[in-house]
Every structure is written in C-alpha cells, then in structure tokens.
C-alpha cells in the first residue's frame, strides 16, 4: 500500500530555531508539493517540484524557507529562523505526470506535520 | 474576491439527503481537484477533473469550462461522509488555488 510519508509528525520548537520537515514521495512519483494549511488562510501551495527540480516557489517565503530534493525518494522544507506565524499543518503531496503529460495528476497527501512555534 | 469560491461554507443534512457542494473559480485552469479532509486532519483526492463528468461509488463530480464551475454531489449520504470538501483548482502554469472548503455533517 504505497503511501507518502511526512517526519516528523508533530514539532514544538521555540521561536529562532531551525526547522526541517522531510517528505517521502510515492515510489515512482515525478512531482512533489509542499502545502501549509493554518486556520485563517487555509491550504496555501509553497512549492512545487517536477523530476526533482523546482518549478514553483513563489508562495514561499524566501527569507526564512527553503525546499530541497536531494534525491527521487526524499523532499525537505526547511525554516530557520522560525516565527511563530510559521505554527501551521504541513503537508506533503506527490503525484505522476507522464512525459509530455500537462498539469493534471492526482495528488496523494501525506499525512502532515503540525508544527507550533512557541 | 477570491479566485476560487464554495458553496455552501457549512451544510448539515440528515443521512440519506443528496448533498450537492459548489465550485466556481475565475481563472483559467487546466484541472480541478475535489478534495475531502476528514476530522483527523488527512487530505484524500476525490477527483481530478478537466471535463465533463466523473463517479466514483456514491461521489460524482461535474464541471461547466465555460461557466468555470464545478459541482461535487454525493447520493445516499452516510455519517461517515461528514468531513471539510475543497476545491482546488490548477493553473495553466503551476499555480494551486484553494477554495476555503465547505464543512459537510450528515446526521444519523
């Protein structure tokens, strides 16, 4: 039962210091977002990754977050510093675009990671 | 106004009503993705939809390119389907856009 997965799972962490999320895709899987859901503006699209390589950051905050693919199988979305406006649910999706393909493959999330910055 | 829009924001309904959930957006997509997040917090893909019309089990999902909307409708509607539905809708480009979801509780 191929599944995405998403460590940690929950993050309390203090106000300055780093954060790293890690993602693991759907074995086979070309594409990668990184979404944040907090209550006041819901699911937001941070970046997107096609082949292993970034095609869409602009809902990123550049100061202070960086995504990475160092390989097929593992995504990172770093913060440091981190803010308190940063506590939001974190989730991972992948999805397959064949080759040629446009902009429409289904997404399977992970299961998120909770992030609370004291 | 947001570019992508639900309706209704909250809908309550007895188990066995026909649940209809509207989508309408303003830009130009090249896909439209029905999303169901349950009170856990996991995000499951209904559909994905470019065109016409699309069913899975009690789940049906349409949408209008001209009128730039779609409609998710659920037959025979269970407890178990109460959960937050949102529509997001895919750009020409990469861009995501999310609706703010529309919060679904079928009653026993």
């Given at each position: 039962d191929a599944r995405v997965t998403q460590t940690p799972r929950h993050k309390v962490t203090e106000m300055g210091q780093e954060v790293t999320m890690r993602c693991q895709p759907?074995?086979?899987?070309n594409t990668v977002f990184w979404y944040r859901q907090t209550m006041m503006q819901g699911l937001e699209l941070l970046a997107y990754f096609r082949n292993r390589a970034p095609l869409d950051d602009s809902g990123m905050p550049k100061d202070r977050f960086s995504a990475e693919m160092p390989d097929a199988t593992l995504a990172t979305l770093k913060i440091q510093p981190s803010e308190p406006r940063d506590s939001a649910v974190y989730f991972c999706a992948s999805g397959l675009v064949r080759f040629g393909g446009l902009n429409q493959e289904t997404q399977y999330f992970g299961p998120g990671t909770r992030l609370l910055v004291l | 106004k947001n570019e992508v829009e639900q309706s209704p924001q909250n809908l309550t309904a007895q188990e066995g009503e026909f649940i209809t959930i509207n989508c309408s957006y303003s830009v130009g997509i090249s896909a439209l993705h029905w999303l169901q997040q349950h009170p856990g917090g996991g995000i499951v893909s209904l559909f994905m939809l470019s065109s016409g019309k699309k069913k899975h089990g009690r789940l049906i999902a349409t949408i209008n390119i001209q009128e730039k909307h779609s409609s998710l409708h659920i037959t025979a509607s269970h407890p178990r389907d109460s959960a937050v539905y949102i529509c997001a809708v895919r750009g020409i480009t990469s861009k995501i856009i999310f609706g703010k979801g529309t919060r679904l509780h079928i009653l026993p």
């Amino acid at each position: 039962d191929a599944r995405v997965t998403q460590t940690p799972r929950h993050k309390v962490t203090e106000m300055g210091q780093e954060v790293t999320m890690r993602c693991q895709p759907i074995l086979g899987h070309n594409t990668v977002f990184w979404y944040r859901q907090t209550m006041m503006q819901g699911l937001e699209l941070l970046a997107y990754f096609r082949n292993r390589a970034p095609l869409d950051d602009s809902g990123m905050p550049k100061d202070r977050f960086s995504a990475e693919m160092p390989d097929a199988t593992l995504a990172t979305l770093k913060i440091q510093p981190s803010e308190p406006r940063d506590s939001a649910v974190y989730f991972c999706a992948s999805g397959l675009v064949r080759f040629g393909g446009l902009n429409q493959e289904t997404q399977y999330f992970g299961p998120g990671t909770r992030l609370l910055v004291l | 106004k947001n570019e992508v829009e639900q309706s209704p924001q909250n809908l309550t309904a007895q188990e066995g009503e026909f649940i209809t959930i509207n989508c309408s957006y303003s830009v130009g997509i090249s896909a439209l993705h029905w999303l169901q997040q349950h009170p856990g917090g996991g995000i499951v893909s209904l559909f994905m939809l470019s065109s016409g019309k699309k069913k899975h089990g009690r789940l049906i999902a349409t949408i209008n390119i001209q009128e730039k909307h779609s409609s998710l409708h659920i037959t025979a509607s269970h407890p178990r389907d109460s959960a937050v539905y949102i529509c997001a809708v895919r750009g020409i480009t990469s861009k995501i856009i999310f609706g703010k979801g529309t919060r679904l509780h079928i009653l026993p």
